[in-house]
């Protein structure tokens, strides 16, 4: 809009509604974003599990030697230990050199199956063998609401598979 004297600007009263909208759209969109965020950390979580157990795999055969991963339910955590385990107390993982993972806030481990039996522990090992081959068995990794995925890793092959 132009002024009297040729200098162009915006009124007061333009300015705030532009503001109004915006502030408006923001509060219709941020529930819908916040849906998606839990959505987004659930899948990066089942990657990034998924992707140590197939680590885990590989470095068994490369190493020749047998490598658990370590799920702790109670705790949302996760990590690399040899067989037998070297960590009893996730507290002292840093001085061991193991490095743990956590799982994103809202995210779970649920349920865990070895061999069609339900693990009732808290702590859940998978083993990998050297020849690439494991114990099996499947983890649930749940949202909030219980929504999730099963990570799969099959006896025979050790391969890892993530299913809905």
Avoid: C
Avoid at 13 to 18: A, H, I, N, W, Y
Avoid at 29 to 51: D, I, K, N, Q
Avoid at 94 to 113: K, S
């Amino acid at each position: 809009m132009r002024t009297r004297d040729g200098a162009g600007g915006f009124t007061l009263l333009e300015l705030l509604l532009v503001l109004s909208i915006m502030a408006l759209a923001a509060v219709l969109v941020m529930p819908s974003l916040g849906s998606g965020l839990g959505s987004w950390r659930l899948h990066a979580a089942v990657r990034e599990v998924g992707t140590l157990a197939k680590f885990a795999r590989n470095q068994s055969v490369a190493r020749g030697q047998r490598l658990l991963l370590v799920l702790d339910r109670s705790r949302r955590l996760y990590w690399l230990d040899n067989e037998p385990p070297t960590l009893a107390d996730p507290d002292a993982a840093g001085q061991q050199g193991i490095r743990l993972y956590t799982l994103p806030l809202g995210v779970r481990f649920g349920d865990a199956t070895m061999g069609g039996a339900r693990i009732e522990q808290d702590r859940v090992a998978f083993v990998f063998f050297p020849r690439g081959d494991s114990s099996g068995g499947e983890v649930r990794i749940l949202d909030e609401r219980g929504a999730g995925y099963r990570l799969v890793i099959d006896p025979l092959t050790g391969r890892a598979d993530i299913w809905p």
